[in-house]
Protein backbone atom coordinates (compact mmCIF):
# COMPACT_ATOMS: atom_id res chain seq x y z
CA UNK A 1 0.00 0.00 0.00
CA UNK A 2 1.47 3.71 -0.88
CA UNK A 3 0.83 6.46 1.12
CA UNK A 4 -1.43 7.98 -0.77
CA UNK A 5 -3.25 4.41 -0.54
CA UNK A 6 -3.64 5.09 2.88
CA UNK A 7 -7.18 6.48 4.78
CA UNK A 8 -6.88 10.01 5.93
CA UNK A 9 -7.01 9.00 9.72
CA UNK A 10 -4.59 6.17 9.04
CA UNK A 11 -2.08 8.48 7.98
CA UNK A 12 -2.45 11.04 10.69
CA UNK A 13 -2.18 8.28 13.41
CA UNK A 14 1.23 7.49 11.21
CA UNK A 15 2.30 11.09 11.62
CA UNK A 16 1.43 11.67 15.12
CA UNK A 17 3.20 8.20 16.05
CA UNK A 18 6.49 9.78 14.91
CA UNK A 19 5.31 13.68 16.09
CA UNK A 20 2.43 14.08 17.93
CA UNK A 21 2.67 17.64 18.83
CA UNK A 22 -0.83 17.74 17.16
CA UNK A 23 -3.98 16.72 17.84
CA UNK A 24 -5.94 14.40 15.48
CA UNK A 25 -8.78 17.05 14.99
CA UNK A 26 -6.28 19.80 14.10
CA UNK A 27 -5.32 17.69 11.00
CA UNK A 28 -9.02 16.92 10.32
CA UNK A 29 -9.76 20.66 10.77
CA UNK A 30 -6.81 21.90 8.24
CA UNK A 31 -8.28 19.74 5.82
CA UNK A 32 -11.85 21.06 5.98
CA UNK A 33 -10.50 24.41 5.91
CA UNK A 34 -8.40 23.24 2.83
CA UNK A 35 -11.76 22.08 0.84
CA UNK A 36 -13.58 25.26 2.34
CA UNK A 37 -11.15 27.39 1.03
CA UNK A 38 -10.98 25.91 -2.31
CA UNK A 39 -14.47 25.83 -2.68
CA UNK A 40 -14.80 29.65 -1.97
CA UNK A 41 -12.53 30.56 -4.70
CA UNK A 42 -14.07 32.25 -8.05
CA UNK A 43 -15.63 30.26 -10.81
CA UNK A 44 -13.04 30.54 -13.34
CA UNK A 45 -10.05 30.10 -10.93
CA UNK A 46 -11.43 27.05 -9.38
CA UNK A 47 -11.43 25.60 -12.58
CA UNK A 48 -7.84 25.61 -13.47
CA UNK A 49 -5.85 23.59 -11.04
CA UNK A 50 -2.78 25.98 -11.89
CA UNK A 51 -4.55 28.58 -10.51
CA UNK A 52 -6.72 26.27 -8.04
CA UNK A 53 -3.64 26.06 -5.76
CA UNK A 54 -3.40 27.84 -2.33
CA UNK A 55 -0.48 29.88 -0.91
CA UNK A 56 -0.08 29.47 2.71
CA UNK A 57 -1.15 32.81 3.15
CA UNK A 58 -4.80 31.84 1.63
CA UNK A 59 -5.02 28.59 3.07
CA UNK A 60 -4.18 30.68 6.66
CA UNK A 61 -7.12 32.67 6.33
CA UNK A 62 -9.06 29.85 5.56
CA UNK A 63 -8.05 28.61 8.65
CA UNK A 64 -8.69 31.40 10.26
CA UNK A 65 -12.26 32.12 8.81
CA UNK A 66 -13.65 28.34 9.80
CA UNK A 67 -12.18 28.33 13.14
CA UNK A 68 -14.56 31.93 13.31
CA UNK A 69 -17.40 30.60 11.93
CA UNK A 70 -17.23 27.23 14.11
CA UNK A 71 -15.45 27.98 17.20
CA UNK A 72 -16.70 31.62 17.56
CA UNK A 73 -14.36 33.15 20.91
CA UNK A 74 -14.05 29.42 21.19
CA UNK A 75 -11.58 28.91 18.48
CA UNK A 76 -8.43 29.94 20.83
CA UNK A 77 -8.87 27.72 23.56
CA UNK A 78 -9.81 25.37 21.13
CA UNK A 79 -6.74 25.22 18.79
CA UNK A 80 -4.32 25.65 21.98
CA UNK A 81 -5.98 22.81 23.23
CA UNK A 82 -4.97 21.38 19.72
CA UNK A 83 -1.52 22.23 19.93
CA UNK A 84 -2.03 24.66 17.46
CA UNK A 85 -0.70 28.31 18.68
CA UNK A 86 1.21 29.67 15.59
CA UNK A 87 0.53 29.81 11.86
CA UNK A 88 3.86 28.11 11.55
CA UNK A 89 1.62 25.10 13.11
CA UNK A 90 -0.63 25.47 10.45
CA UNK A 91 2.47 25.11 7.87
CA UNK A 92 3.60 21.99 10.01
CA UNK A 93 0.40 19.91 10.05
CA UNK A 94 0.23 20.63 6.18
CA UNK A 95 3.85 19.63 5.42
CA UNK A 96 3.00 16.65 7.69
CA UNK A 97 0.36 15.88 5.49
CA UNK A 98 2.09 16.27 1.86
CA UNK A 99 5.06 13.93 3.47
CA UNK A 100 2.08 10.85 3.90
CA UNK A 101 0.75 11.41 0.45
CA UNK A 102 -2.15 12.85 1.64
CA UNK A 103 -1.71 16.49 0.11
CA UNK A 104 0.49 17.59 -2.70
CA UNK A 105 2.67 20.47 -2.44
CA UNK A 106 4.39 22.48 -5.36
CA UNK A 107 8.26 22.06 -5.85
CA UNK A 108 8.73 25.62 -4.40
CA UNK A 109 5.52 25.57 -1.47
CA UNK A 110 7.99 25.33 1.99
CA UNK A 111 7.01 25.14 5.76
CA UNK A 112 8.38 28.69 6.42
CA UNK A 113 4.93 29.85 4.07
CA UNK A 114 3.08 30.06 7.01
CA UNK A 115 5.27 31.14 9.62
CA UNK A 116 5.04 34.80 8.66
CA UNK A 117 1.13 34.59 8.66
CA UNK A 118 -0.60 36.79 11.30
CA UNK A 119 -0.21 36.18 14.73
CA UNK A 120 -2.86 33.53 15.31
CA UNK A 121 -4.47 33.40 18.31
CA UNK A 122 -5.27 37.36 17.65
CA UNK A 123 -6.42 36.55 14.43
CA UNK A 124 -8.68 33.23 15.83
CA UNK A 125 -9.79 36.19 18.42
CA UNK A 126 -10.95 38.29 15.69
CA UNK A 127 -8.97 40.95 18.01
CA UNK A 128 -11.57 40.75 20.67
CA UNK A 129 -9.85 41.74 24.10
CA UNK A 130 -10.74 38.47 26.19
CA UNK A 131 -9.41 40.51 29.65
CA UNK A 132 -6.61 38.12 29.97
CA UNK A 133 -4.53 40.25 31.80
CA UNK A 134 -0.54 40.33 30.76
CA UNK A 135 2.31 38.66 33.12
CA UNK A 136 3.25 41.84 33.91
CA UNK A 137 -0.09 43.25 35.30
CA UNK A 138 -0.14 40.18 37.23
CA UNK A 139 2.86 41.03 39.17
CA UNK A 140 1.26 43.96 40.53
CA UNK A 141 2.67 46.71 38.15
CA UNK A 142 0.78 48.28 34.64
CA UNK A 143 1.21 46.14 31.59
CA UNK A 144 3.38 47.78 28.99
CA UNK A 145 1.61 50.06 26.49
CA UNK A 146 -0.98 50.70 29.90
CA UNK A 147 -2.06 54.27 30.06
CA UNK A 148 -2.39 55.14 34.22
Known sequence: MSPTDL????????IREKDPRY???AYGFVMA????TVQSLPPERLAD?????????????GVIALARREFGLMATTVF????????ADVGAIVF???????LSARPEDRPEDFA??????????DGVDLDVPSPRSRE?????GTIV
Open 7 to 14: PFWDAVDR
Open 116 to 125: GGPDLVHALS
Open 80 to 87: REWGVTAS
Open 140 to 144: GGPAP
Open 49 to 61: PERRHLSGAELLA
Open 23 to 25: RRE
Open 96 to 102: RLVEVGQ
Open 33 to 36: ALGT
